[in-house]
């Protein structure tokens, strides 16, 4: 017979389960998976030559776009409810939108404003002014300079050169025009430039290149695969990730940004004009973007004038407004933690949408799960899916319910639901 001192274990030798190591986001890309939509720009000589690559025959003193407003490039992202402008401040052609003296291709050698013109320097002024945050993309492809895709020259003596333009082009445009939010390496990027972003860039999220904290979602879209888990391995995030290396246990969070064009194209032209997307295209776009969790980056692009098309401007509005109508109030919401949060709504409610968020911050926890909606004393499933973090919007056909509940089949950890709404969209634009 044992003794009872012979069942004590010391408390050093015993391994309480503990939770497993999630992936989480910083603050800066908490932040920017708030926004959930952003606003690019593209603006090149491209624009002028009607096409969608610039061949580098355009002559600058012909560039002159006289009635360029970047207030109106502010209104048209403010109207469609984006949280940042990504402009385009210098393309593969390598032309820069900035004063600049390392190239002769460049708004400086344009009759804009006698070559006084700097658009990068107006469109911060416009975004500080309203409080629209600002980002970048910054070419290291350069056609100009003979510089191939992420940098890359044909031998290590243009390298050396080419290496030291790009990185005075990116301190001046990270150091001259306030805090930068966004910053995009098109193509990713062999040139060094950590310890730029460092210095000047210390809260940006990356996109692209070996300092990359944003991933492209894989296509010019507007869409997101489902699921579209948050996290990747490391490994993944160095070779360039996309959509479809997301991995739930993954060890490194790079959130999907969701790129797309209001036309069929990137840059303005004469051709593209019947191809701007309906509301309900737009739409499409957003659930299955923001809807999947990932940020959308909806292009607009400005004609020879400098403005935004009233066209394309009303249309950017519509989309906003739409969104708002469907999701701007919601009928009733809540939050909680466990497996299972209810929303009671006090009585035969309908509905056709149900949001739900994870609270990110403690990592992207639910890995299957079902929503379902009370019909008199039943419980009936209403939608199911795998992949929640940011958000999920999941659509059904209407249902009267009188409360709706978050069932969590499968999690890494407790589930910390942020958000669980329920809608009811008119008919309208459903």
């Known amino acids: 017979m044992l003794s009872m001192t012979a069942l004590i274990i010391p408390l050093a030798m015993i391994h309480f389960a503990q939770a497993p190591l999630l992936a989480k986001p910083t603050p800066e890309q908490l932040a920017w998976q708030d926004g959930e939509i952003g606003m690019f720009i593209h603006f090149a000589p491209n624009t002028w030559q009607d096409k969608e690559g610039d061949d580098?025959?355009?002559?600058?003193?012909?560039?002159?776009?006289?009635?360029?407003?970047?207030?109106?490039?502010?209104?048209?992202?403010?109207?469609?409810g984006a949280h940042i402008i990504v402009f385009v401040?210098?393309?593969?052609?390598?032309?820069?939108?900035?004063?600049?003296?390392?190239?002769?291709?460049g708004i400086k050698h344009t009759a804009w404003r006698d070559g006084k013109g700097d658009v990068l320097a107006d469109l911060s002024a416009s975004c500080k002014k309203r409080g629209m945050k600002l980002g970048l993309y910054i070419s290291p492809r350069d056609d100009m300079h003979g510089v191939d895709t992420g940098g890359k020259c044909k031998d290590a003596e243009a390298q050396k050169k080419y290496d030291a333009i790009y990185r005075q082009q990116l301190t001046e445009v990270l150091s001259r025009y306030g805090e930068m939010f966004e910053v995009w390496f098109d193509g990713s990027n062999i040139v060094e430039v950590g310890d730029i972003l460092k210095q000047y860039a210390p809260k940006a999220v990356i996109f692209q290149g070996k300092y990359a904290s944003i991933r492209w979602v894989g296509n010019e879209?507007?869409?997101?695969?489902?699921?579209?888990?948050?996290?990747?391995?490391?490994?993944?995030?160095?070779?360039?990730?996309?959509?479809?290396?997301?991995?739930?246990?993954?060890?490194?969070?790079?959130?999907?940004?969701?790129d797309a064009r209001m036309r069929a194209d990137w840059f303005w032209s004469s051709k593209n004009a019947k191809t701007l997307k309906t509301v309900e295209q737009l739409m499409d776009m957003y659930y299955k973007s923001v809807g999947h969790g990932a940020v959308l980056l909806l292009n607009n692009t400005p004609d020879m004038t400098g403005r935004i098309p009233e066209a394309d401007a009303k249309r950017a509005a519509?989309?906003?407004?739409?969104?708002r109508r469907r999701f701007g109030k919601s009928l009733a919401e809540t939050s909680g933690q466990g497996d299972?949060?209810?929303?009671?709504?006090?009585?035969?409610?309908?509905?056709?949408?149900?949001?739900?968020?994870?609270?990110?911050?403690?990592?992207?926890?639910?890995?299957?799960?079902?929503?379902?909606?009370?019909?008199?004393?039943?419980?009936?499933?209403?939608?199911?899916?795998?992949?929640?973090?940011?958000?999920?919007?999941?659509?059904?056909?209407?249902?009267?319910?009188?409360?709706?509940?978050?069932?969590?089949?499968?999690?890494?950890?407790?589930?910390?639901?942020?958000?669980?709404?329920?809608?009811?969209?008119?008919?309208?634009?459903?």
């Open 56 to 80: 580098l025959s355009t002559p600058l003193d012909t560039i002159n776009p006289a009635q360029l407003d970047t207030e109106q490039w502010v209104d048209v992202a403010e109207s469609m």
């Open 89 to 105: 401040v210098k393309h593969v052609g390598g032309f820069c939108m900035w004063q600049t003296d390392t190239t002769p291709y």
């Open 221 to 258: 879209d507007g869409v997101a695969p489902y699921p579209a888990w948050n996290a990747v391995s490391e490994a993944a995030r160095l070779s360039g990730a996309t959509a479809k290396n997301g991995d739930p246990n993954g060890d490194v969070w790079l959130p999907n940004e969701c």
């Open 318 to 323: 519509e989309f906003g407004a739409e969104i």
């Open 340 to 430: 299972r949060v209810e929303l009671e709504l006090g009585k035969p409610t309908r509905i056709d949408r149900v949001v739900t968020m994870e609270d990110i911050a403690q990592g992207e926890r639910v890995r299957e799960y079902r929503i379902e909606g009370r019909i008199g004393q039943e419980w009936k499933e209403l939608a199911q899916g795998t992949a929640i973090g940011h958000k999920k919007i999941d659509r059904f056909a209407p249902a009267e319910v009188s409360a709706v509940a978050f069932r969590c089949l499968k999690s890494a950890d407790t589930p910390v639901i942020r958000k669980l709404a329920v809608y009811d969209v008119p008919e309208t634009h459903k």
